[in-house]
């Protein structure tokens, strides 16, 4: 299980937190996603073997946030 945390702008809310969380959750591979609004990061566990970060980054930017590097 790999963990990594990323920065993601235009979280304002709840409705961003469910979307998010939502969204990557449902991802084959993916074990948990906890979203921090104040810190602007989104937690994420996942096996590497299952799903990839482009992945990941790219669902959240499906959902309309960007992921800054």
Same mark, same amino acid.
């Given at each position: 299980m790999? $963990?990594?945390t990323l920065n993601v702008?235009?979280?304002s809310c709840g409705h961003c937190v469910k979307a998010i969380?939502?969204?990557?959750?449902?991802?084959?591979g993916v074990e948990r996603v906890k979203v $921090?609004?104040?810190a602007g990061e989104v937690a994420i566990s996942f096996n590497?073997?299952?799903v990839t970060i482009d992945k990941i980054k790219e669902t959240i930017d499906d959902q309309g946030?960007?992921?800054v590097s």
């Open positions: 790999e $963990n990594v702008k235009g979280m969380e939502g969204s990557v959750g449902t991802l084959q $921090n609004l104040e590497h073997d299952k946030y960007d992921v």
